[in-house]
């Protein structure tokens, strides 16, 4: 190739390298090749419809904590297991903070969190796959919060059925931690408008319940880091706060012991 040649590739490389950090890179058809974008997306979709999937995991019986995320990303739903991405730091916090016991090796054993740790699972957006947060708006949580409550709401049912609780209530996790600011922002501001929403929240426990909250006010609710691989914080601020919570989490027995005093 001579210089003039070169000097011309390395100018367009250059000027799409540009373009691809402002979104204007071209177009497989520009350059002369067949488009294949829309074909890899469509392979994905076939694939996790056809996925294992993440359904709610927790279980039948009084829990102590349950973990809130936002939805299943399309890893987990692909595996069928919480949080099992490699890069995500849920698994390696809860073991390193006590919260998952030793016999806990991982996400491919999430299933066994509520029988053995009283540690239960469930998505706001639980059934709806996706990895980008950005592509659900807040019409779409307003959407997921209906199922999301009745779910919570049926378990409180099985468990208290289960414990014996005639009243409902004595069976309802003393802690719920959402691992992420979005989703509980989200549910906060559910008929809110304007000055009244929220808009910045701080991890540990919250004062405010969104409308619909189907829990008494015994059961404290928390706010956690994402674990997601891709938000930038330094270890203590991932581990922190969950550590607290553990340390919280130790003063309640396991399993739970439920004494209800309403008559039957």
């Known amino acids: 190739m001579s210089?003039?040649?070169?000097?011309?590739?390395?100018?367009?490389?250059?000027?799409?390298?540009?373009?691809?950090a402002t979104g204007q890179?071209?177009?497989?058809?520009?350059?002369?090749?067949?488009?294949k974008r829309k074909a890899v997306k469509e392979r994905k979709k076939l694939c996790l419809d056809n996925a294992v999937g993440v359904p709610e995991n927790l279980g039948d019986w009084p829990l102590r904590l349950i973990i809130v995320g936002t939805?299943?990303?399309?890893?987990?739903?692909?595996?069928?297991?919480?949080?099992?991405?490699?890069?995500?730091?849920?698994?390696?916090?809860?073991?390193?903070?006590?919260?998952?016991?030793?016999?806990i090796?991982?996400?491919q054993d999430c299933l066994r969190m509520p029988g053995d740790a009283g540690v239960g699972f469930l998505d706001v957006g639980?059934?709806?796959?996706?990895?980008?947060?950005?592509?659900?708006s807040s019409a779409t949580f307003a959407e997921w919060s209906v199922a999301f409550y009745a779910r919570l709401t049926a378990h409180l049912q099985r468990a208290a059925m289960n414990a014996g609780c005639a009243c409902g209530q004595c069976a309802a996790p003393p802690?719920?931690?959402?691992?992420?600011?979005?989703?509980?922002?989200?549910?906060?501001?559910i008929g809110r408008k304007g000055k009244d929403k929220i808009t910045k929240v701080d991890c540990g426990p919250q004062s405010e319940?969104?409308?619909?909250?189907?829990?008494?006010?015994?059961?404290a609710v928390w706010v956690l880091p994402s674990t997601s691989g891709a938000s930038p914080q330094t270890n203590a601020e991932r581990f922190g706060p969950y550590q607290q919570l553990s340390d919280q989490l130790r003063l309640v027995n396991w399993p739970r012991q439920i004494s209800c005093q309403a008559p039957g």
Do not use: D
């Open 126 to 136: 639980c059934g709806h796959p996706g990895t980008v947060l950005s592509e659900f």
């Open 3 to 20: 210089s003039n040649l070169f000097s011309q590739a390395f100018s367009f490389a250059k000027r799409e390298t540009n373009k691809f």
């Open 209 to 219: 319940r969104p409308a619909g909250w189907p829990f008494p006010p015994g059961t």
């Open 105 to 107: 090796r991982g996400a």
């Open 25 to 35: 890179a071209a177009t497989g058809a520009q350059l002369g090749a067949k488009p």
């Open 175 to 189: 802690f719920v931690g959402f691992a992420g600011k979005r989703q509980w922002c989200e549910l906060v501001n």
């Open 71 to 103: 939805n299943p990303s399309e890893h987990a739903w692909l595996t069928g297991h919480s949080y099992s991405h490699p890069a995500n730091w849920m698994w390696r916090i809860l073991k390193g903070t006590g919260i998952a016991p030793p016999s």
